[in-house]
């Protein structure tokens, strides 16, 4: 046996153990709370939790923490040993089932929006058993909710958790209407691609604005970037791939389903690419791949940079979202049918993400916003913020043929109506990709493409369930009351098709033309995060949310005004990094390298010579230093004129329209200046250094 048939899952309490640690009736009634979402009785939980505590000991724990994703970019734990005081003075380990299933975290802490207060502490985990506790370093971690002693989900789990369950209800009904008594559940699957790059540890600790923001503030153009295409699917550097290989093992203990790994475009860019899974489950795996991934890299003398845009003038990157939706009997709703009742179940599935993306581009727009992402949409290989569907040029003229009641000259004249076999055969790879598309369908799936790097994948998937719930609703709620079923299926196919349209477009997402014609078109156009966030409580959204009990106005106002904040703090963070490295670092470098060049030049001309090219080159150094010192010293004006208040929106405004553009000016000089100081005067490490030298 190999190390992955040895190795895979052996640090996760999965199905497997499970059956095998469980009494039968045990994890039969485990398995009806994992399938059905029944209640979990409490005497089951005690049986569980002991299981899981003997098996986890043997693996070599000794606490256990509530594995949760508070509303920031982290995931958070609270380590507790199982150990228990005896009479003798020793102590046994224990771990009851009301521990399993409930634990209790500080709730003023971590970001609220306003849910609670500063005195306002109590919170609690509850155990979410569809997602697999397993081992981390000695620490049974226990995936668990988090929410609020009034019940508001303060987390990006309890809120993707309500929308699969909103997507259940009304997909089933749907399947229903066709039929498919069989099929009792739906769930939304996802897999999400991990791009990321990999720079020398030891070049990274002399770069404030890598630890402090996460992305290069400063800095030059190298004089090569990925203008060759040679590093992308390139032969993989030998300490690359030594990280690489750990990577792969430490996931596979933790039962992530990583198979691809490959360089990405730029230089040092990589990407890591897992087998789809339930969401919530992918959602907690990639939580927990971005973890490893930086655990790994250090063991190598690496950083792994997470950031959406951590070079400028190269890639940034993104998390490429594939979602679909599959039954419990096995079946892909997104998959297209052979019969004509397939056809049209397929057809309906697909026009009902057509209308959920239409109707509520905003909120896709919102979930995926955050400050990193702003630099990285619309530039290089990033989609544009505006958000279209590509579903490529075989399925659109099927789509159009069938709108217009007309034949579909593929091999043959199909006749598009209901009862008619509607498609033609239809194979996976029917047309090509577009790689500028933020919304594609790829086969079989849609591919998300906007959702930034480093951030968690539940906001998104959020979304998608639950304006994809809303369509299915609408769906439902017309063809349970229709008289002739078939009739009526296919005037609302139609119907939907002919009313958006709109969004769908094949075409390159990256030109000026597209984005006119967007606007003709009348989509919405959310160009930054200040622009997107206060999407999530318009009314249409908020009423949305309510009715399919995912989100109520509090929590999604406390989620806007979470983001707006971050956003506000971030980009002070940045200007502030910024300020320190330009006086401290920059402007001491600059000035005893123009000293240095004064003083030859003097040199010169005292022995007779003629130093032209010295003074030109002063003379450029004299300028640019002033405009960097200007630069400066307006942004620390601008700084220090925040306004006060309790208003996120206000500052966050702020902070892009007048902030944001002072840092840019400053770097803009700073990276003029770069080009002309002497390598050995600079005070960090240079592009072509982070890029070229692992």
């Known amino acids: 046996m190999g190390f992955v048939d040895e190795n895979f899952g052996i640090n996760v309490f999965n199905d497997s153990v499970m059956r095998q640690r469980l009494p039968k009736e045990t994890y039969r009634a485990l398995h009806k709370t994992i399938d059905d979402g029944r209640r979990l009785d409490p005497q089951v939980a005690s049986v569980v939790a002991n299981a899981m505590k003997d098996w986890a000991i043997e693996r070599g724990a000794t606490h256990y923490t509530h594995w949760f994703q508070p509303l920031n970019s982290v995931t958070a734990e609270k380590h507790d040993a199982f150990i228990s005081p005896a009479q003798d003075g020793k102590v046994i380990q224990e771990f009851s089932g009301k521990e399993l299933v409930r634990g209790e975290a500080d709730a003023s802490s971590l970001p609220s929006g306003g849910l609670r207060s500063t005195f306002e502490a ?27 002693y009034g019940g508001e989900a303060l987390d990006k789990k309890t809120p993707l958790l ?39 540890k030891t070049l990274y600790d002399r770069r404030s604005d890598l630890i402090f923001a996460g992305r290069t503030l400063f800095g030059a153009p190298a004089p090569k970037g990925q203008e060759l295409g040679d590093h992308f699917f390139g032969t993989i550097k030998t300490r690359v791939q030594a990280f690489m290989t750990e990577l792969n093992e430490e996931l596979w203990k933790v039962g992530v389903l990583a198979k691809t790994e490959h360089n990405e475009t730029a230089p040092s860019q990589h990407e890591m690419a897992p087998i789809f899974s339930i969401a919530n489950v992918a959602c907690d795996h990639n939580q927990l791949t971005m973890e490893i991934m930086k655990k790994v890299a250090r063991r190598h003398g ?12 190269i890639n940034g ?55 990193g992402n702003d630099h990285r949409l619309g530039g290089c290989e990033a989609p544009p913020a505006i958000i279209s569907i590509f579903l490529g040029d075989e399925l659109t003229e099927i789509l159009e043929a069938l709108e217009a009641g007309s034949h579909y000259d593929s091999r043959e004249k199909i006749d598009m109506t209901i009862g008619v076999h509607m498609l033609p055969k239809f194979p996976k790879d029917a047309t090509d990709r577009n790689r500028t598309s933020p919304f594609a369908f790829t086969g079989n799936k849609f591919e998300f493409r906007s959702l930034g790097s480093s951030a968690s994948i539940s906001a998104a998937n959020v979304v998608l369930n639950t304006i994809v719930a809303e369509s299915l609703r609408q769906f439902a709620d017309e063809l349970e009351q229709a008289e002739d079923f078939r009739s009526a299926l296919h005037d ?18 990256y030109t000026d033309e597209w984005v006119k014609e967007a606007e003709n078109r009348g989509l919405c156009r959310l160009d930054s995060t200040v622009d997107a966030l206060p999407c999530y409580t318009a009314e249409k959204n ?60 003097r040199s010169i001309r005292d022995a007779g010579g003629d130093f032209a ?58 990276d003029a200046l770069e080009l002309y100081t002497d390598r050995s005067y600079w005070p960090f490490p240079t592009y072509d250094e982070l890029l070229f030298s692992v």
């Open 122 to 148: 109590r919170g609690y985990t509850a155990w979410d058993p569809t997602s697999y506790a397993f081992i981390k370093e000695h620490i049974l971690c226990i995936p668990t909710a988090y929410c609020s």
């Open 162 to 200: 309500r929308s699969m369950e909103a997507l259940n209800k009304q997909a089933v009904r749907i399947l229903k209407l066709f039929g498919r008594l069989d099929a009792t559940r739906v769930t939304p699957t996802v897999g999400p691609e991990q791009e990321y790059f990999l720079v020398d």
């Open 302 to 313: 690496l950083h792994c940079l997470l950031s959406e845009k951590p070079f400028a003038g």
């Open 317 to 371: 990157s993104g998390k490429h979202n594939n979602w679909s939706m599959f039954t419990n009997t096995g079946y892909n709703l997104l998959e297209p049918g052979d019969s004509p009742h397939e056809s049209a179940q397929f057809l309906l599935f697909l026009t009902s993400v057509i209308k959920a993306v239409d109707d509520y581009q905003d909120l896709l727009r919102a979930s995926v916003a955050s400050a």
């Open 492 to 509: 609302l196919i139609v119907r939907t098709i002919h009313e958006h349209k709109r969004i769908i477009f094949n075409g390159n997402n």
């Open 542 to 601: 908020i009423r949305l949310f309510e009715t399919h009990k995912v989100l109520s106005e509090s929590e999604l106002r406390s989620r806007r005004d979470i983001g707006l904040d971050s956003y506000a703090k971030l980009t002070a963070i940045e200007a502030r990094t910024m300020i320190m490295m330009a006086r401290r670092q920059i402007l001491p470098a600059v000035i005893r390298f123009t000293g240095d060049i004064a003083t030859a030049s």
């Open 613 to 670: 090219s010295g003074s030109e080159l002063l003379n450029t150094l004299c300028s640019t230093t002033d405009q960097l010192s200007s630069d400066l010293q307006l942004l620390e004006v601008k700084l220090a004129a925040v306004p006060d208040g309790d208003d996120p929106l206000a500052a966050a405004r702020y902070m892009h329209d007048e902030i944001m553009p002072a840092m840019d000016n400053l770097r803009r000089s700073a």
